[in-house]
């Protein structure tokens, strides 16, 4: 299936953050230590309110040794300590130039950012770490905790460069449950009309077409009913699944033969995808038949699939997050 372009952060902020990657829960801890301020960071003036675009100046070039952090607005909400997952608006700068690089909307609409230097940038969760909600940071950050000697193109930060990170803490998310490896719902009664599908031992499916002509309307049943967690729109999902083309009986996508799961958001897909997966819970295995009008419409995704082709897809529904 070809999903839409989906990032987790504007422009390409993100490193290395692995799709869906399970995060344990915030450890709670009787004190957090903060990255200590700067003569750079508290030089960065942020004028406007939590939540909206701030006007932010910059004393540049920065040239800073380690990353500095200083509080613009202090919040009093719960504080993201390691393993946390916040929610932010940010905007960023070209430390040199002082220049905006990029930033969020700051329309309702939140970033997820894991406050784990494993996964992220080492200057940015220096400057989330210890942050409330409700809080605006600033972080002064060289290119040892960023990008390093390599720069970034997209961005526009060159080799060497440090980055100034203005950041609005939102919200804490809560922690994201390790995705199944299989689905592990109860199995559910053959419904008329569906195609016919078998599963190996390495729990792969196969999928049947009759000789029918295809429904031109949308159908879902389910194979097995999960009791977890229910997909909600705009949710990210981690499945497993398997597409086959009615019209020609051949699998034209399967994430069993690529051998990983699948990770994306439930409206980066096509409309009869996103209706398989939302109002269903976390260990279902669902199969959907797609008509071309819920599918790629009247100009296919060529060379597998035609303008006229109606589309079935088996979906193991494994995680949220």
């Given at each position: ?95 040199t130039t002082g220049v905006e690089l990029t930033s969020t909307g700051y329309s309702g609409t939140t970033t997820a950012l894991p406050v784990d230097d494993t996964k992220f940038l080492p200057g940015i969760v220096k400057t989330l770490q210890c942050s409330e ?189």
């Amino acid at each position: 299936m070809r999903t839409a372009s989906f990032l987790v952060l504007v422009a390409g902020l993100v490193v290395s953050l692995a799709a869906c990657s399970a995060t344990p829960a915030p450890v709670a801890t009787p004190a957090c230590t903060p990255t200590a301020s700067g003569s750079a960071s508290e030089a960065v003036t942020v004028a406007g309110d939590f939540g909206t675009k701030p006007k932010v100046t910059i004393k540049f070039p920065t040239a800073v040794p380690a990353t500095q952090r200083t509080v613009a607005i202090k919040g009093s909400g719960p504080v993201a300590v390691t393993g946390s997952t916040v929610n932010v608006d940010f905007s960023l700068f070209d430390g040199t130039t002082g220049v905006e690089l990029t930033s969020t909307g700051y329309s309702g609409t939140t970033t997820a950012l894991p406050v784990d230097d494993t996964k992220f940038l080492p200057g940015i969760v220096k400057t989330l770490q210890c942050s409330e909600v409700g809080s605006r940071v600033v972080g002064v950050i060289p290119a040892a905790d960023s990008y390093g000697a390599a720069g970034n193109d997209q961005l526009g930060v060159k080799p060497g460069e440090d980055i100034v990170f203005v950041v609005d803490v939102v919200s804490i998310a809560p922690p994201v449950v390790a995705p199944l490896t299989a689905p592990d719902g109860a199995d559910q009664p053959t419904t008329s009309g569906f195609p016919t599908v078998a599963t190996g031992a390495d729990g792969t499916p196969t999928v049947t077409i009759p000789d029918s002509a295809p429904p031109t309307d949308l159908k879902i049943a389910q194979l097995k009913k999960g009791t977890h967690a229910v997909v909600k729109d705009g949710d990210n999902v981690v499945v497993n699944y398997v597409g086959v083309n009615w019209n020609t009986k051949k699998v034209f996508d399967s994430s069993f033969a690529r051998g990983a799961t699948a990770t994306f958001k439930t409206s980066g897909v096509i409309p009869g995808f996103t209706a398989a997966l939302v109002g269903q819970a976390v260990g279902s295995r669902v199969i959907v038949i797609i008509p071309p009008d819920k599918g790629y419409g009247a100009a296919g995704s060529p060379p597998d699939i035609g303008g006229t082709d109606t589309l079935v897809f088996v979906i193991d529904i494994l995680g949220i997050g």
